[in-house]
T-cell receptor
Framework: AQSVSQHNHHVILSEAASLELGCNYSYGGTVNLFWYVQYPGQHLQLLLKYFSGDPLVKGIKGFEAEFIKSKFSFNLRKPSVQWSDTAEYFC???????????????FGKGTKLSVIP | GAGVSQSPRYKVAKRGQDVALRCDPISGHVSLFWYQQALGQGPEFLTYFQNEAQLDKSGLPSDRFFAERPEGSVSTLKIQRTQQEDSAVYLC????????????FGSGTRLTVV
């Protein structure tokens, strides 16, 4: 079974600082990778996803993530954070195998980001 | 509707009480998923429906948990004889197909068992 590790539980940054949130997964096969964001009081929203092709994926609101297959990693980055980026961020993986179970998402525990104005 | 609607938003249940949580998916969405999110954890898969068929219930933690989607639209997650460890946010998501290309989550129901 696959698992997802997010290295940081809580990250505190000042506005304009650069952000990198770590995500590692354990699964030897082909995977689809996702980052979701949950703003305070709101539902989970898809930030970006990787299925195949260019390992550098650009998402909404200036976020990007890089898939490094050799490191089983899919780290989220943003060059300059804003106060409005304060939220919880979840990395998720879907094992790309045929048959039952391929639609399930396995989530990490999440990283809470607090941006100080 | 425009999004996935879940009700109630909050539910407090006494231990041993039965609860029913409702999910109204986006109209026309074939696939419906239930996830459980305990405090400080990421969401964990519970069950999956394709139309009215429950194709996977492998994530349901015990036989006290039961989900249905009788007409292929609204779904209900029922928990019988609630226990304190059932306290969590229960998330519903729907998508047009079984893939992840259009997975939309609802805001969840926060269940607290006292």
């Amino acid at each position: 079974a696959q698992s997802v590790s997010q290295h940081n539980h809580h990250v505190i940054l000042s506005e304009a600082a650069s952000l990198e949130l770590g995500c590692n997964y354990s699964y030897g096969g082909t995977v689809n990778l996702f980052w979701y964001v949950q703003y305070p009081g709101q539902h989970l929203q898809l930030l970006l996803k990787y299925f195949s092709g260019d390992p550098l994926v650009k998402g909404i609101k200036g976020f990007e993530a890089e898939f490094i297959k050799s490191k089983f990693s899919f780290n989220l980055r943003k060059p300059s954070v804003q106060w409005s980026d304060t939220a919880e961020y979840f990395c998720a993986v879907n094992a790309h195998e045929s048959g039952a179970g391929s639609y399930q998402l396995t989530f990490g525990k999440g990283t809470k980001l607090s941006v100080i104005p | 509707g425009a999004g996935v609607s879940q009700s109630p938003r909050y539910k407090v249940a006494k231990r041993g009480q039965d609860v029913a949580l409702r999910c109204d998916p986006i109209s026309g969405h074939v696939s419906l998923f239930w996830y459980q999110q305990a405090l400080g954890q990421g969401p964990e898969f519970l069950t999956y429906f394709q139309n009215e068929a429950q194709l996977d219930k492998s994530g349901l933690p015990s036989d006290r948990f039961f989900a249905e989607r009788p007409e292929g639209s609204v779904s209900t997650l029922k928990i019988q004889r609630t226990q304190q460890e059932d306290s969590a946010v229960y998330l519903c998501a729907s998508s047009l197909s079984r893939s992840h290309y259009g997975y939309t989550f609802g805001s969840g129901t926060r269940l607290t068992v006292v």
